[in-house]
């Protein structure tokens, strides 16, 4: 790569130990004030306008409680938004245009199976095509870990689309004789329930699995005797349990990075559903964050409209008998109601018993256009655990109210232990990660530079932040300055769900007239990555130690096919270093916003071009041009042939002036002719030339 990269003097990096990937929220001393978004909707389905605060009650176990804060909401009709294009440079401190709202959709492919993987994807394909509007944000995540993409729409909804195309369901679909249910596996192995037992030990018996036993065919006589029913039992409850608790934590943590985020968010989790485990502490744990994000999660069940079980069909064995068919079709239903109970819980609904699932996806958008937001302190302020039950009511007739059922309560110590935990300065990078908004507390800038083959069939690609340290708390030490950057850095491959974690602090240690030209120019961050081709989401977080702010980016990128004939991705900056005897070398620099005073430099590399007979030495000619935006031309230089290097690299660096030009956005225009093989190629690369003195 050539590259001079702007580190600054001194600056040494040590490996830090990963964060917590299940952070624990944050809670405030005192008794908390409880948030209920009401969403209040007419007989047709149709959001209720114009209630007032006095138009609610609201009893916690019973109890009427004070309405303290109360907002009506309403997301404004969408807009028609211009195409806009990928940004080379992406930063946190632009401001968002327009209000939206917040999905996440969790693909639940752990508890999908490839039968009813194809209606799971139609249904979150229809809606990220009709159920979001500009400025909407959406975070698609698959439960066994394949996706973790956040996109801003309607620009992402191409990306979103395609990374649901490859997603499929991975539970297998169990025919062997000894199958068993998670739920009768959960009620033999967790509550001993001996009906339950005895039927499946029957089945098993008619389907020649087990010897005879002491369980007569029409009998409900049972002891737990059997050993092959227990192990059996138990092997399938500890896999439905690691199935359901990593579903349960994506989807926690899904929620507690919302926790900062305003306006209306919604989770919809797509999935077959699960059964319902008192016993499993993660589902307490997902509606408490549900509570504090104030996030409603609905669930989406992929079977559609359901009849009799499969396993009660001729594929699976001889018939059953007639109360054991009866029995099996009873608890079916069971083998969801985790899913609902969680809907219900957090103030959401079940789409469930219906092949058109797409209307049930685009319900859920309608309902989170209109809604109202509660908030009272509760009189009831025991730190107990225990779960707490709202009722929301209005005074209108005719309408519908759907409101969470409720929340768990502190339990005593939590809120001393989140004080431990931020007095010992653990910070908590992965809900900022996680987060599919920007924080820009620290303000950053991130681009990724794709050059040629590193290793086979994978790219040498730099991903780099530049990160404004103005407000940096540096301590004087020595005559010197010193800081520590506290960084992690995720990189994920759309197409195959892979990803690149960089974990670090960096100890910075700058003589104060180098602070001063850091200040000015920004401390770049510059990690390589060895990438396959395809399409990739970088995101960064960034911290201070010593002042605690933080700042996070986000930055999409493609990584071209390497058969191809392409450029690197061009070097655009105003800044060299030279070194005697040798040429200028390009600073990295991620800011496009030059004074008409500069001069603009741009380096790049060309790959792929066709070799000579005999020399295999390439011919490339490339010229350039700076245009308006209107297409006006200001500068042309005509191509001229690239001169290889002894092994037949071609590279070349631009010096442009950009003296009095007028300030305004132009394109710097790269034409370049594959002279043997005939093949043209026209790189664009947009920046803005600033006014005099700005």
């Known amino acids: 790569m050539a590259l001079a990269l702007a580190a600054a003097a001194g600056a040494r990096a040590r490996p830090q130990s990963s964060p917590s990937p299940s952070p624990q929220t944050t809670f405030p001393t005192g008794v908390e004030i409880v948030k209920v978004d009401v969403v209040v909707t007419d007989k047709a389905g149709r959001p209720v306008d114009g209630l007032t605060r006095d138009d609610f009650t609201v009893e916690e176990d019973g109890q009427p409680q004070a309405i303290e804060s109360f907002e009506a909401i309403r997301v404004p009709p969408a807009s028609i938004a211009p195409v806009v294009e990928r940004p080379r440079v992406s930063t946190n401190h632009e401001p968002t245009s327009g209000p939206g709202r917040t999905f996440v959709v969790v693909f639940d492919d752990l508890n999908l199976t490839s039968l009813q993987t194809p209606q799971a994807k139609a249904a979150v394909a229809e809606f990220l095509e009709k159920g979001v509007r500009e400025g909407d944000r959406v975070l698609l995540a698959a439960t066994g870990g394949g996706a973790w993409w956040s996109a801003r729409m309607e620009a992402g909804r191409v990306e979103l689309v395609a990374l649901v195309k490859r997603l499929e369901g991975r539970r297998r679909v169990d025919t062997e004789p000894d199958r068993m249910t998670d739920w009768e596996a959960l009620r033999i192995h ?38 092959y029913l227990l192990q059996r039992a138990s092997q399938v409850y500890l896999q439905t349990l690691e199935r359901n608790r990593l579903m349960l934590g994506l989807l926690e943590r899904a929620l507690v990075a919302l926790a900062s985020t305003p306006g209306r ?22 509606v408490d964050a549900s509570r504090r994000s104030n996030v409603a999660v609905y669930f989406v069940d992929a079977r559609g409209l359901t009849g009799m079980p499969l396993a009660a069909t001729a594929e699976f064995g001889p018939k059953l008998l007639p109360q054991d068919l009866s029995s099996m079709s009873l608890d079916d239903p069971l083998a969801s109601e985790g899913s609902e109970v969680l809907a219900a819980d957090t103030g959401g609904f079940t789409v469930k018993n219906t092949n058109d699932l797409a209307e049930g996806v685009q319900r859920i958008a309608r309902e989170s256009e209109a809604y109202y937001l509660l908030g009272y302190r509760p009189t009831n302020t025991a730190r107990d655990g225990r779960f707490r039950k709202i009722a929301v009511k209005v005074r209108s007739k005719g309408v519908r109210i759907r409101a969470r059922r409720g929340y768990y309560a502190l339990a005593e110590g939590e809120a001393e232990a989140e004080t431990e935990r931020r007095a010992a300065d653990r910070p908590d990078f992965q809900p900022a990660l996680d987060s599919p908004f920007s924080v820009g507390d620290v303000p950053l800038s991130m681009t990724a530079l794709v050059f040629g ?10 991903v780099a932040t530049e990160v404004d340290i103005r407000d940096f708390a540096f301590e004087e030490r020595e005559g010197q300055l010193v800081d520590e950057l506290q960084v992690l850095l995720v990189v994920a491959h759309r197409e195959t769900g892979e990803f690149h974690r960089y974990d670090q602090a960096v100890e910075m240690t700058i003589r104060p007239e180098a602070l001063k030209a850091l200040k000015r120019s920004g401390y770049v961050i510059a990690r390589p990555f060895p990438l396959a081709p395809g399409g990739y989401q970088a995101k960064i977080v960034v911290r201070d130690k010593r002042s605690r702010r933080m700042g996070t980016v986000m930055h999409n990128f493609e990584v071209p096919e390497l058969a191809e004939f392409r450029t690197s991705t061009p070097l655009l900056t105003d800044s060299v270093q030279t070194a005697e005897g040798e040429r200028p070398r390009p600073v990295l620099r991620l800011g496009r916003r030059y004074s008409p005073e500069s001069t603009l430099y741009c380096e790049y590399e060309v790959y792929q071009a066709a070799g000579e007979d005999g020399t295999g030495m390439p011919r490339v000619a490339a010229g350039y041009e700076i245009r308006s935006k209107d297409g006006t031309v200001l500068t042309r230089v005509e191509p001229t042939r690239m001169r290889p290097s002894s ?26 002719r594959d002279e043997i093989a005939g093949r043209e190629l026209e790189v664009r690369e947009p920046f803005e030339v600033a006014a005099a003195g700005s």
């Open 453 to 462: 083959e590193q290793e086979m069939g994978k790219a040498a690609v730099l």
């Open 647 to 672: 092994v037949g690299r071609l590279s070349r660096l631009i010096v442009a002036p950009l003296w009095r030009m007028p300030p305004g956005e132009y394109d710097l225009v790269l034409r370049l």
């Open 265 to 286: 968010k919604a989770a919809i989790l797509v999935s077959e559903g699960f059964v319902h485990d008192p016993t499993l502490g993660e589902f307490k744990e997902v």
């Open 190 to 227: 967790v509550f001993r329930d001996r009906e339950v037992a005895a039927r499946v030990q029957r089945r098993f018996k008619e389907y020649g699995v087990t010897p005879a036993s002491d369980v007569e065919r029409y009998e409900y006589r049972f002891s737990f005797e059997d050993p």
